[in-house]
């Protein structure tokens, strides 16, 4: 009998010592083991199948692109696209020196950034290498996606590698009109989470009470995960609005949800909830007035009722953590912060803040604060909670948290919050400025730029190595005004080494602002590419 193909993938697989290749295979190769004679046998068949393989029927070409009315990119543009996409590895080396040319990765999303901001329309002939980038880098997907335009939907539905921007983006579907109720319903029930996602925006933009009902039809029948993640959604244009359904989702049947719910619902500080839990964080929170100076005191829950519980209050604190301090925190976060200017004697955040707290009970007060402003987007709080910069950060009047701080400094305006890092910076140096800069509204206002560079002199002058401050050294090339790259030319030069500095250090220094220097050069002949190019004037004008 002759051997088939499933024979020989069964010898294969079982081993020829256990499952001899039969005499026909053996005698196709004479002289030779069993294993060459089965990969002779092999070799043979898939030669065969191959060449008796029939033809499938041609599959219907697909649907031509649609069209995208975007302005092209300029050619300077296009070609410095082609150069960012095609330096995928970045130019660091090991050891933590990094030389002086610019890392074009970390500036591929600059130049997205930039380009969406001119509507500019993808070059076709970019689009794969574009889509392998956004497929690597998740960081890089939604500018990726949005400089890609339909076309690169079209032609991510033509590779499986590519289905990401199908997923993760509203485009992978074109969304019904809001008006549309059969449209929307329809994508609503069949789309996939992201498009439905998207659509719930696009819905609540158009008509609130619409976004509700169009929720509340098929929260019964949700996932745990995909309520989470559609409450989530709706934080984007919180409203008064939101509340009877939010106060619905308190008694959903996951724990995740219960939370977000009350989180979203603490930050209407006109809602029902906040109300009940102004009551109670007031039951805790004193003033007392029979002591010489004013001062805070607490008494913390003795219990978590089923109401607490009901709104959102987690009755099993963290490995660690005292109940009664973690009860207290969560209702302290949740309460309208204005609840404590009628409770502590009409005073304003700055006057409360300062004031002192019985029983060592300031830091839990404090931070629980922090939290409820940063919820609440409160910046008179915020700037009371955060103090003046020049203060030390672990005698702070709100948290030494670096994170926390870094919340309360994003609900100041962008000028602001630049101000206050610099003033920071200028105070205590970088060591603790990293987080604080990441907050701050790009490119960088001159006075937090002048502080960064002089805190990176001063610590160049001290002899330290320059990859200690590599990241705050990275925002710089990312954030730095592109303006200040001939300001700061003279950096690059080579210093004179202190003694008892680092060996090498000045080297690597000048290496490191070599780099910074180019970088910010780059950046501006970037931006410099993008500008729309104006068009050849009418000679019978």
Known sequence: MTTTWEDL????????????????????????????????????????????????????????????????????????????????SGTSSGGGRRGSAPDLTELLPQWLAAANAHDYRAPASVLPALLDAARARTDLRPAALVFAGPLGLWLARLNPEWRFALRGTPGGTALPEPADPDAVRRLWEEGLFAERVALLGAVRAHDPDAAAALLASTWPSERAEDRLMFLDSLRTGLSDADEPFLEEALSDRSRNVRSTAAELLSALPRSAFARRMAERAS?????????????????????????????????????????????????????????????LGARTATEIVALPVADDWADEL???????????????????????????????????????????????????????????????GLSEAFQLLGVCEVP???????????????????????????????????????????????LTAVPDEPEGASPGAGGYWSEAFQRLVATLRLRAAMRAELLPVASPPDPLD
């Not at 005698?27 to 083991?33: I, M, N």
């Open 9 to 88: 993938v069964t010898s294969a697989l079982l081993g020829t010592d256990r499952r001899a290749p039969a005499d026909d295979v053996l005698a196709r190769s004479p002289g030779k083991d069993a294993p060459v004679a089965l990969l002779d046998a092999a070799a043979l068949h898939t030669v065969r199948r191959r060449a008796g393989l029939l033809p499938g029927p041609a599959a219907g070409l697909p649907e031509p692109a649609p069209h995208d009315g975007r302005p092209p990119l300029p050619d300077a543009a296009r070609r410095r696209l082609a150069h960012l996409l095609a330096d995928r």
């Open 444 to 490: 960088w206002a001159e006075p937090l730029g002048r502080a960064v560079v002089d805190a990176l002199d001063i610590a160049r002058d001290a002899g330290s190595y320059p990859w200690s401050f590599s990241g705050v050294m990275g925002l710089a090339e990312r954030c730095l005004d592109p303006g200040q790259a001939d300001r700061l030319e003279v």
């Open 283 to 343: 039951t805790c929170v004193h003033l007392d007035r029979t002591v010489a100076e004013a001062t805070i005191t607490v008494e913390a829950p003795h219990e978590c009722d089923a109401g607490m519980q009901r709104d959102g209050v987690l009755p099993d604190p963290p490995t660690g953590r005292g109940e009664r301090s973690w009860w207290l925190g969560q209702l302290v976060e949740a309460a309208p912060l204005a609840v404590w200017t009628a409770r």
């Open 366 to 428: 404090h931070a629980a604060w922090c939290r409820a402003a940063v919820r609440q987007r409160d910046p008179a709080w915020a700037r009371a909670l955060l103090g003046p910069p020049t203060t030390p950060p672990a005698t702070g009047p709100g948290t030494s948290s670096l994170a926390e701080r870094s919340k309360l400094l994003s609900i100041l305006p962008d000028g602001e919050r630049a101000l206050w890092v610099a003033d920071f910076i200028a105070a205590h």
